[in-house]
């Protein structure tokens, strides 16, 4: 998975969460506009990416098939 800051702004923090609430993934210090992210160990399901950076957090819901 390839996430890209769409504002220009850098990329603090990174998060996949599943429903539950529980972090699955924490991948902190990115300071770039675009990080990738292996989800080949993630199992099937619903989950949320949580993008953080100086100002900003927004979640992006996605399946893993």
């Given at each position: 998975l390839?996430?890209?800051s769409t504002t220009?702004?850098?990329i603090s923090e990174l998060?996949?969460?599943d429903l539950t609430g529980?972090?699955?993934l924490n991948?902190?210090?990115i300071q770039d506009?675009?990080?990738q992210i292996n989800l080949s160990d993630l199992s099937q399901g619903s989950y949320f990416v949580i993008i953080g950076g100086p100002g900003?957090?927004?979640s992006?819901?996605?399946i893993k098939r």
């Open positions: 390839t996430v890209r220009g702004l850098p998060n996949i969460i529980r972090v699955i991948k902190g210090a506009t675009e990080s900003y957090s927004t992006i819901p996605f």
